[in-house]
């Protein structure tokens, strides 16, 4: 039987005044879409989206957010179809935060748009080629730096500031801090998702056994398992999070998360074969770097700021790489086919 008009549901936009109403709801540490310090350059407010829904959805529509998924987490250039990637591990991060961000009353939207921009920055190889990149700079080049220089300069999104700010301190090794509680919750989600799925991933390819976790871990998070160490894990966020009125996590769970990250260090991320494996990418990284600092007409112009400086484009270029590009060049150079 065909549904008469008076049968149909009512449908009706939900314009960004409204949207922006539905926020004044939210928790007082919660940053509102109509309260952001706004953007570089001034743009007429969207009908319907929020300024944060906005970014969101421009950092989704990036190059750089495509080619996380092609980007190493910790096994790198993995030939296995379930090894994490940058791109997994940045929804798994997001969907962390919103968890988070929904349960304290903070703004949803603007928490995911700062965990799908917050690895954009990320060089080929992880934070293996981040440390090869700091060779040539004072300091350390850091992923965070990198990922605010593409929304602002090389794939300009003109985002806000709040976003901007998530994507650079989300490090935690990073100061000042996120300036939100947006960012904050990044933060926690960034290392909570990681250690979890890094685990999985050494458990896969055999590197430890279930035996081989630390006791007091156990003691504290239960038997190893990932979905319960994450509810445990985010639990110990918001529980804390109410009791200091800041976003904060459990002592216990925190020292628990400690010990695990040191033990992800020792027997993982440290180990003699990951640490062999890190010099070849080292090398690769280095071999690129230098061969374009001679051959600097080698840079694609869709991928140069001819103003800057001759190593930072270098740097741009080579940071923006996948795993698999570095790797394909890096052959096409200085492994030159048809050779005995």
């Known amino acids: 039987m065909e549904m008469t008009t008076h049968q149909r549901p009512s449908l009706a936009p939900v314009t960004r005044r409204q949207r922006e109403d539905r926020e004044q709801h939210l928790s007082s540490l919660a940053t509102r879409s109509s309260e952001s310090r706004g953007r570089r350059i001034s743009e007429e407010p969207d009908q319907y989206r929020t300024e944060f829904e906005r970014d969101r959805d421009r950092v989704l529509h990036s190059k750089a957010f495509r080619r996380l998924k092609h980007k190493t987490q910790v096994f790198i250039n993995p030939e296995g179809d379930h090894f994490v990637t940058r791109m997994s591990h940045t929804l ?3 969907q962390v935060a919103r ?3 929904v349960a304290l009353g903070l703004n949803e939207v603007l928490t995911e748009a700062i965990c799908l921009a917050h690895d954009c920055g990320h060089t080929p190889f ?4 981040e440390a090869a990149l700091s060779d040539y700079v004072e300091g350390e080049w850091l992923h965070s730096e990198q990922g605010v220089r593409i929304f602002e300069v090389l794939e300009p999104r003109n985002l806000t500031w709040e976003v901007l700010d998530g994507i650079r301190a989300h490090t935690w090794r990073v100061k000042p801090p996120p300036n939100t509680a947006e960012g904050w919750v990044c933060r926690f989600a960034d290392r909570i998702a990681y250690l979890n799925h890094d685990l999985q991933d050494a458990l896969r390819a055999g590197v430890i056994g279930i035996e081989d976790v630390p006791a007091p871990i156990i003691e504290c998070l239960g038997e190893p398992d990932r979905r319960s160490w994450i509810n445990a894990m985010i639990e110990g966020v ?4 109410c009791k200091r009125g800041r976003v904060a996590m459990n002592a216990d769970i925190l020292l628990a998360m400690k010990t695990f990250r040191e033990f992800m260090f020792e027997r993982v991320y440290l180990r003699p074969e990951s640490v062999s494996q890190a ?3 080292r090398g690769v990284i280095h071999q690129l770097v230098e061969h374009l ?3 600097p007409d080698q840079i694609p112009d869709s991928y140069r700021i001819v103003e800057a400086e001759p190593l930072t484009q270098v740097l741009d270029y080579v940071a923006g790489m996948t795993d698999r590009y570095a790797l394909t060049l890096h052959d096409r150079l200085f492994r030159p086919q048809g050779l005995v």
């Open 92 to 94: 798994q991060v997001t």
């Open 99 to 101: 968890a988070i961000a």
């Open 126 to 129: 992880g934070h293996t080629g």
């Open 238 to 241: 918001i529980d804390e999070s």
């Open 279 to 281: 010099s070849r990418a």
């Open 293 to 295: 600092l001679a051959h």
